[in-house]
């Protein structure tokens, strides 16, 4: 009995170490043809570059977008421990939190453009060995809402 609660113990302490958070750092370049924009794909850009420093419970990300509003470049920083994060941007403040939900980061944030309250809420997972990002990213704003599926790849 006492070998038998060794191993699980062991088996548990395995899986818990195992289920580290991964290490989303890198540069990631959109692929268009994979990327799914839903009700946005007339303001989807022709380019979109992510590069994200990711240590310990700190995440720091810069992305360029290139389309019909030129180019435009935002950077965002976040703890991965649920607090809230204010971030500036050319189009005001977005304040928002990051957590992860087993292997997913889950950024939820929150802004005021023209009065109007836009809400966000990212799921970023990581597929093929480290060199696939996908990030599901659901908008909710007055007139409704709407979920794009942007694929990146690591380069």
């Known amino acids: 009995m006492t070998r038998r609660l060794l ?70 920083s976040y703890t991965t421990d649920g607090k809230a994060s204010v971030n500036k941007t050319a189009r005001g403040e977005i304040t928002g939190s990051a957590k992860w939900d087993g292997a997913v980061l889950v950024i939820a944030s929150k802004r005021e453009i023209n009065g109007a309250t836009i809400t966000q809420t990212e799921r970023w997972t990581l597929a093929q060995g480290g060199k696939t990002l996908t990030i599901i990213n659901k908008v909710e704003m007055p007139a409704g809402e709407t979920e794009a599926r942007l694929v990146f790849e690591k380069q």
């Open 7 to 76: 191993a699980i113990a062991i088996l548990s302490a395995a899986t818990l170490l195992g289920a580290a958070e991964p290490d989303l750092s890198g540069t990631w370049l959109l692929n268009l043809s994979k990327s799914d924009f839903g009700m946005m794909q007339a303001q989807a850009p022709t380019k979109l570059e992510r590069t994200v420093v990711h240590e310990g419970g700190s995440l720091k990300f810069t992305t360029r977008q290139s389309g019909s509003r030129g180019e435009v470049v935002t950077r965002m």
